[in-house]
Each structure stands twice: as structure tokens, then as C-alpha cells.
């Protein structure tokens, strides 16, 4: 049974930092491009960051872009978000997802494509307060 676990959400304050972090178990995790998504309160999921299976390649929503990083550790089985500078905005439930997606996928149209993930975490709300 594939299970994504995410943790590290809370309250913070404007300008603040929070570290997410999301551990997968019940798959081959290195064979997975894995993605994080987020749903602030009345609105659609939406993409935030994605990292290729080999972490050689990482794609970015233009709200994270310059303050947001994603990183996975393969021998760990989890994938990271380092959020700095957070907004109010940035308020949500933060997902983690895996996806097998195929060798010619790239750019934010292939790994930020919700339809494209193929396991999904519960999420881990962050509140970011003004």
C-alpha cells in the first residue's frame, strides 16, 4: 500500500520559514518524479514544485519561484519544501504527490499536471499570519 505522509506545516508569520517534508513508503520512490501542490481555503489545488526522479531537474510555480526549494533524498524515500520569505498568501494545504511519469515529460505543463500524479499524501496546513 503506497502511502505519502507529509509533516512540517503550522503557523508562522509573515516573512518566516517552514520546512515540509513528505515520506513515502509502499513504492520504488527513486522511480518516482515527485511534486508538491497546494489548496487554500475556497480555491482549486494548485501546482507549486516538482523534482524529476533523479533530482536533476526541478520545475516551479512563479509564486515559489526565488523562495521556495524542493529537494529529495532517495535513500530517505522523502522529498522536501524549504519555504522562505512566506506570504498570507502562501496559507493552504500543502501535498505532496508521486508521479511515474515518462522519460520525455519536462517543463511545468508535464510535472504540474495534477492528472499526471499518481499518488497523493492527506496534506499538512500552513498558515502564514500578516
Known amino acids: 500500500q503506497v502511502q505519502l505522509v507529509e509533516s512540517g506545516g503550522g503557523l508562522v508569520q509573515a516573512g518566516g520559514s517552514l520546512r515540509l517534508s513528505c515520506l513515502a513508503s509502499?513504492?520504488?520512490?527513486?522511480?518516482?518524479?515527485m511534486g508538491w501542490f497546494r489548496q487554500a481555503p475556497g480555491k482549486e489545488r494548485q501546482f507549486v514544485a516538482a523534482?524529476?526522479?533523479?533530482?536533476?531537474?526541478?520545475y516551479w510555480a512563479d509564486s515559489a519561484k526565488g523562495r521556495f526549494t524542493i529537494s529529495r533524498d532517495n535513500a530517505k524515500n522523502t522529498v522536501y519544501l524549504q519555504m522562505n520569505s512566506l506570504k498570507p498568501e502562501d496559507t493552504a494545504v500543502y501535498h505532496c504527490?508521486?508521479?511515474?511519469?515518462?522519460?520525455?515529460?519536462?517543463?511545468?505543463?508535464?510535472?504540474?499536471?495534477?492528472?499526471?500524479?499518481?499518488?497523493w499524501g492527506k496534506g499538512t496546513l500552513v498558515i502564514v499570519s500578516s
Open positions: 523534482i524529476s526522479r533523479s533530482a536533476d531537474s526541478t
Open positions: 504527490a508521486a508521479g511515474e511519469l515518462p522519460d520525455y515529460c519536462s517543463g511545468n505543463g508535464c510535472y504540474g499536471d495534477q492528472d499526471a500524479m499518481d499518488y
Open positions: 509502499g513504492l520504488t520512490f527513486s522511480r518516482y518524479a
